[in-house]
């Protein structure tokens, strides 16, 4: 996409006129007005990494003229084909990402991190660079030329020589991003989202006491919740306790412990009780990067204990030093998790750039901070959720954790929020779950948009969790969600829109598919397909199994809408027709066909096919194990002659609709052995 030939570029320094040059594509280095630049592009893995070199040659007894601190440098980058469509991932505030459409360069919004585009038989993904001092970014400009910014939020700086972008192309948009994003991650040196390890609290069903208390959190609040959920056998298996327990000065951390007067005990008596009373087997904090969001109180107890793991900056916040910070995250995990505190939510990632101009370069201020934290959280078996840290800077300077918040908050009171918290997750998704299990934020199950937010979570691949208040939770939304031990059904990865919606506005077509994977019986993929209907009026789309990318490839599949409770077989390339009503969302489960019978699994469950763990076919049964029981349900051409569970035979109580052979059972944890005879 990008020409090999001419680069404009644009310096601007302190103290002196900006220096507008040319400069050719792996031609060596120019020299104009005291500034010598060049910018080159290699290749590796299928991927082009562009990166630029300068230096800035100061005269003796003149005033030094080096770069500037917002966006000392653009370029323009000519391109040699247009795309046809874009979709621009963009910072709309300091923290998070959304994504925006168009078909023209120039239209890119500013702050662009990733840019996903479409050609006539490819696409290609452009993701500006994070370096160790600089971040680059893409903003609108030429109709033929990408523009790319570089700032390092540090005025004065004489000499660069950072990465400018990662580019690939590939014949779908997805392995495009994989290529881009793997290279990213090996200059980086962090891990692919398939190289972290997910702790094992996030593989259960939790709650947050944000949208249910917001700062006014306290002990005898999180104890009335915990003996809610524990009364309505609501199988929660981790608690946040979010804003609001720390002790603060202004607004500003003052010590490590609780504030007492929330928390008179502190955490220890109530997590031990609650282990025991409720069942909750996990606590976390919540904490801002920088102890709380603007830093920590001078003269506090913090400030005195951690003198020498903090640092002042420039905008005379007290903060964590990016250097020595990882005592001052150490010293405070040791008093929680003396307490029985578990694991943390580390907020305000996005504030780096806010705190540390003028102070460090960003990207130096970034890399090191997060390895202190990420160093410090050994103390927690790594069990962190990065929240606030879409900007590109951190995104790339976390070296092992694996949860990353995917979106805005969610907002319970503001109506019609649903769909913008929908399209950011789900977009996002495209490139930040190359490198992170993406979690899709809290929800309330007693809510007008609460089934829309269950089955949301049910495919967003990520933790689930609600944030109710006292007396408000709705056993009946989660049970879809998870096993009666409260472990979930996870699938996969995030879900992700269909090839056909990645370039289209979702507002605009009224509709959006979500697609996404989970593992089905032994070595198999199934999978399925979540339609959202944005409008007011009754809708329909089409979609193919072959659109749901990483399914097992088959000849046929068997179709199950989950909400209709109907069944049907299909071939991998036939269109299917999905109606949706106004405002709602359907869920399609679609598995590989392999024998003359098809387990869904637990049909009570969005992915109740992931109960399945294997499966034996001889020429007159099917043995089926899986990982709980329930309501099972089979397809088949013909009714089975015979249908046991745990060696009990429960042929009476099956019930035949359509293709399906449904066996309502109740639900309980553990193996379970089902065998259907011919």
């Not at 370039?503 to 979500?514: A, E, M, N, Q, V």
Request: net charge negative; charged share 20%.
């Amino acid at each position: 996409m990008i020409k090999q030939k001419t680069v404009s570029c644009e310096i601007y320094r302190q103290k002196a006129q900006p220096v507008l040059t040319e400069v050719t594509l792996n031609g060596g280095a120019v020299s104009c007005d005291g500034v010598t630049l060049s910018v080159s592009e290699t290749s590796a893995g299928g991927c082009r990494a562009g990166s630029i070199r300068l230096a800035i040659q100061n005269e003796e007894l003149e005033s030094c003229r080096n770069l500037e601190a917002e966006a000392p440098v653009k370029l323009r980058l000519p391109v040699t084909e247009l795309p046809e469509q874009i979709t621009a991932l963009y910072l709309f505030s300091p923290w998070w990402t959304r994504p925006a459409f168009t078909q023209r360069l120039s239209e890119l919004p500013d702050k662009t991190q990733t840019a996903l585009f479409r050609f006539g038989d490819r696409c290609g993904c452009f993701v500006p660079a994070v370096g160790a001092r600089c971040k680059a970014y893409l903003t609108g400009g030429s109709d033929n030329a990408l523009t790319l910014v570089l700032t390092a939020l540090q005025g004065g700086l004489s000499e660069l020589d950072e990465p400018l972008y990662w580019y690939a192309e590939a014949p779908t948009i997805g392995e495009a991003i994989s290529v881009a994003f793997a290279e990213a991650a090996r200059f980086k040196n962090i891990r692919l989202r398939t190289e972290r390890r997910l702790p094992e609290m996030f593989r259960y069903l939790g709650w947050c006491s944000w949208n249910a208390f917001y700062t006014d959190v306290s002990e005898q609040g999180i104890r009335e919740k915990a003996a809610e959920l524990a009364e309505k056998q609501v199988p929660v298996k981790w608690m946040i306790i979010d804003d609001g327990w720390l002790s603060l000065q202004n607004r500003l951390l003052y010590a490590f412990e609780p504030d007492r007067e929330k928390f008179p005990e502190g955490f220890g008596r109530l997590t031990g009780e609650l282990r025991e009373s409720a069942g909750i087997r996990w606590f976390g904090v919540w904490h801002a990067l920088m102890g709380y969001w603007s830093g920590i109180a001078p003269g506090s107890p913090v400030a005195v204990q951690e003198a020498p793991n903090l640092c002042r900056t420039a905008s005379g916040r007290l903060v964590p030093d990016p250097v020595r910070g990882t005592g001052f995250y150490r010293d405070w995990y040791k008093v929680l998790t003396a307490q029985g505190i578990s694991f943390v939510k580390v907020d305000g990632q996005g504030t780096i750039p806010l705190c540390f101009e003028n102070t460090l370069p960003l990207g130096e201020a970034a890399n090191g901070l997060h390895a202190c934290l990420e160093s410090a959280a050994a103390l927690v078996d790594g069990a962190v959720i990065n929240c606030m840290g879409m900007p590109m800077e951190s995104v790339l300077s976390r070296p092992a954790t694996a949860v990353s918040r995917n979106s805005d908050d969610f907002f319970p009171d503001q109506a019609d929020s649903f769909r913008e918290h929908l399209l950011q997750n789900a977009y996002n998704a495209l490139y930040h779950d190359r490198l992170f299990v993406c979690d899709w934020d809290m929800f309330w199950t007693r809510h007008p948009d609460s089934a829309k937010h269950a089955l949301l979570r049910a495919v967003s691949g990520g933790p689930v969790y609600c944030s109710d208040r006292v007396g408000e939770t709705d056993a009946q939304v989660l049970k879809p969600l998870a096993y009666p031990d409260g472990e979930l059904l996870m699938m996969s990865r995030s879900a992700m829109p269909t090839q056909d919606c990645v370039f289209t506005d979702p507002f605009k077509s009224g509709f959006l598919k979500l697609q996404n994977i989970a593992p089905f019986g032994e070595g198999q993929d199934g999978g399925g397909i979540a339609v959202f209907n944005l409008t007011d009026k009754p809708l329909s789309c089409t979609f193919t199994p072959a659109e749901v990318e990483g399914i097992t490839v088959c000849e046929r599949y068997l179709l199950y809408n989950y909400f209709e409770k109907t069944a049907c077989f299909i071939e991998r390339n036939e269109l299917v027709h999905c109606a949706a009503a106004p405002n709602s969302c359907q869920w399609v489960v679609l598995l590989p066909i392999t024998g003359a019978c098809t387990c869904l699994g637990m049909t009570e469950k969005y992915v109740g096919f992931t109960a399945v763990e294997s499966v034996h076919n001889s020429a007159s049964a099917q043995t089926v194990v899986l990982h709980a029981s329930g309501t099972l349900a089979w397809a088949s051409e013909t009714a089975p002659k015979r249908v046991t569970v745990d060696g009990e035979d429960v042929t009476a109580a099956a019930e035949r609709k359509g293709i399906l052979t449904v066996v309502p059972l109740p639900e309980k944890s553990g193996q379970t052995v089902a065998v259907l005879e011919w």
